[in-house]
């Protein structure tokens, strides 16, 4: 039996016209270059990048006990969550382990927005739906619904520092007083949008959420008014550089379900003095008094002092060469030309400046730096 061939986004067209390297990516045909993916973070860090985000999952949450209800099926605090605000935060099963990493808008008092990862939406909604059964504040199930969207949008992103002067040029919204995590509805190029100043890049920049049928004319008029700036369309290769030297934790590499939040050094975005009871927040509670104690793990951050790069899997050893950890993601990073990675160790080996730190690279022992992350940040 053959693997079925992948989903392709509305912008597809437009992909193999530029010339663009597809990948399969969770079930979905995706640009993951077209042409140097060097040349396309460098715009994003110093003017602007355009990405088709199409893959991600888009699920409605409404009712009149929706935020009740997201509170109870995530780790975070969604109910006082202001309208046209967003938020990160995450999904956990009864274990504490990370079902997915999560994006809540508040579109209105009650109706939220939820953008998971594209491989793990079908796990998300299945997960939310089962929760839609209770406890609700009032006992039994909640009075929410959770809807299936992911066919009623596509998602463009403009990111990097001219992001505002591009998108400006083509909406009246007021971009100015738009704060990072927040979201308003506008038109862009005169089509309708959901106009979010998100993103993964570690720059400033904004999320299009639009209908599929509008997704071709956005982008060519975004491109058309970053002409100027030097906006390019970018793929998923640079996108994970960005996100890497942003020190932002990637599904299946920096988190899982045999991850808690406060293992991946996350607990923050869990909130214990929420009301009610909310799924995992006994497991959670254990992992953040471990955590706490003597975390077994530590995630760092780590820069190569030669040319070898490290990847997802490879080992991080001692000075004697003890195994004390694994790399979970690794580049060549454009922005400090050097390679970079992200890596579980053991909490004797987490402090920057720990000596003796290498990766096993096929069998050399690759002299690193730990140090704190994020590795870039951005000047504001």
């Not at 042409?35 to 396309?40: K, P």
């Not at 923050?268 to 959670?284: C, E, I, M, N, Y």
């Not at 509670?285 to 104690?293: K, P, V």
Request: a negative charge; aromatic letters at 6%; charged letters at 20%.
């Amino acid at each position: 039996m053959t693997d079925p061939a992948p989903r392709t986004t509305a912008l597809d067209a437009v992909h193999r016209a530029l010339g663009a390297t597809l990948t399969d990516f969770a079930g979905w045909s995706m640009p993951l270059r077209y042409g140097s993916e060097r040349a396309e973070h460098t715009a994003v860090r110093e003017a602007a990048g355009l990405f088709d985000l199409s893959h991600m999952g888009e699920l409605t949450v409404m009712g009149a006990e929706a935020g009740a209800f997201l509170d109870h099926a995530l780790v975070g605090r969604l109910g006082t969550l202001a309208v046209g605000r967003a938020r990160y935060t995450m999904i956990c099963d009864a274990a504490g382990g990370i079902l997915d990493d999560l994006i809540v808008y508040r579109l209105a008092d009650d109706t939220f927005l939820v953008v998971a990862n594209a491989a793990n939406t079908p796990t998300v909604l299945d997960a939310l739906r089962a929760r839609l059964g209770g406890p609700a504040p009032a006992g039994g199930a909640f009075d929410a619904e959770v809807r299936d969207d992911r066919d009623a949008y596509a998602l463009i992103a403009v990111q990097g520092p001219a992001s505002p002067a591009v998108l400006g040029r083509l909406t009246d919204a007021d971009l100015a007083g738009l704060k990072y995590y927040a979201g308003l509805p506008g038109t862009v190029a005169g089509r309708p949008a959901l106009i979010a100043r998100t993103g993964y890049t570690g720059e400033d920049g904004f999320e299009l959420f639009c209908a599929p049928a509008d997704a071709e004319a956005l982008w060519h008029a975004l491109t058309e008014a970053g002409r100027e700036d030097g906006l390019v369309p970018c793929g998923l290769a640079c996108r994970d550089t960005l996100r890497l030297e942003a020190g932002m934790p990637l599904y299946g590499n920096e988190l899982s379900t045999s991850t808690t939040p406060f293992d991946a050094g996350l607990g923050r975005v869990v909130k214990f003095d929420k009301p009610g009871d909310f799924v995992g927040r006994d497991a959670l509670a254990a992992a953040a008094e471990r955590a706490e104690a003597e975390a077994p793990r530590v995630l760092v951050g780590l820069t190569g002092r030669g040319r070898r790069v490290p990847r997802a899997g490879y080992p991080v050893v001692d000075a004697s060469g003890t195994p004390i950890g694994l790399v979970t993601s690794g580049a060549p990073s454009p922005t400090l030309g050097r390679p970079i990675a992200m890596a579980y160790v053991d909490p004797a080996s987490a402090a920057p400046g720990t000596e003796g730190v290498a990766v096993d690279i096929r069998g050399a022992h690759e002299p690193h730096d730990v140090v704190a992350l994020p590795f870039y940040r951005r000047q504001k």
